[in-house]
C-alpha cells in the first residue's frame, strides 16, 4: 500500500544536536531538552519508558528507537514481542503513605499502518509481559538508576489472557498469585529467553 504521507524515518540522535533558526544554531541542545523533559525517572511517565529501555538493555536490543505507536513495547533478537508495564511504591509527589502498585493490563485495539483505522478486535499483542516494579521504598535513597532497585515479573501473555481475562488493570498481590517470585535485573534475559524457547517449542 501506498501513502501520501509515509511514515517518518527517524534516525538516533546523539544529543547534540542545536535548536536553530534560518540564520543559525541557538545554543541549547535537544540534550537539554531532553534533561529538561525526562530528569525525572520517578513519574509514571518517565518511569515507564525507562521500564522499556531496562528491557531493551536486558535483551541486548536497546540500540535502536523506541516506537511510541508500536502494538507492543519492544521485540527482542528472534522477534517475540514483550509488552511492558511498570509500578512503583513511591512516586514524585508529597506522600502519606506508600502507593499501593496496579499495573494496566487492558486488551486493546490498534492502529493499522496508517494510523487511521483501528483494528476490530481488542486483545493482547504480546507474547510475554514483563511487569516492572520500582521496588524502592525510600525516597531519600531511590535512584531507578539502580537495577537493584527494580524487581520484574515475566508472564506468557495466554497465561495472563488465561488468569485474567479481559481484566483492565492487575495488583502487586493478584500478580504474585501468579508468579510467586520476582526476578533481578541480571536473571531477566534468561528467564525471557526460556519463556521464548517454551512457546516457540
Known amino acids: 500500500m501506498s501513502y501520501t504521507f509515509p511514515a517518518i524515518e527517524v534516525r538516533r540522535k546523539t544529543g547534540q544536536e542545536r535548536l536553530r533558526t534560518q540564520t543559525g544554531n541557538l545554543p541549547e541542545r535537544l540534550l537539554d531538552f531532553w534533561q529538561w523533559s525526562g530528569s525525572d525517572l520517578v513519574s509514571n511517565t518517565m518511569r515507564g519508558v525507562f521500564a522499556e529501555y531496562l528491557i531493551a538493555v536486558a535483551l541486548d536490543v536497546a540500540e ?3 516506537v511510541e505507536w508500536d502494538a ?5 533478537k528472534c522477534g517475540m514481542r514483550v509488552e511492558v508495564k511498570s509500578s512503583a511504591y513511591l512516586q514524585s509527589w508529597p506522600q502519606k503513605r506508600l502507593s499501593a502498585p496496579v499495573f494496566g493490563i487492558a486488551p486493546a485495539k490498534i492502529f ?3 494510523g487511521t483505522q483501528l483494528s476490530q478486535d481488542r ?3 504480546s507474547d510475554v509481559y514483563v511487569f516492572a516494579l520500582l ?4 525516597k531519600a ?3 531507578p ?4 532497585q527494580w524487581d520484574f515479573y515475566v508472564v506468557p501473555t495466554d497465561r495472563l489472557d488465561e488468569e485474567l481475562g479481559d481484566q483492565k488493570s492487575v495488583s502487586l498481590a493478584r500478580l504474585q498469585l501468579i508468579v510467586s517470585e520476582p526476578l533481578k535485573f541480571s536473571e ?3 528467564s525471557l529467553e526460556a519463556v521464548f524457547a517454551s512457546l516457540r517449542s
Do not use: Q
Not at 135 to 138: E, G, I, Q, S, W
Open 64 to 66: 535502536g528507537i523506541r
Open 72 to 76: 507492543f513495547d519492544v521485540t527482542s
Open 112 to 114: 493499522d499502518e496508517s
Open 123 to 125: 486483545k493482547r499483542r
Open 135 to 138: 521496588a524502592h521504598r525510600d
Open 141 to 143: 535513597t531511590i535512584d
Open 145 to 148: 538508576l539502580n537495577t537493584d
Open 188 to 190: 531477566l534475559r534468561a
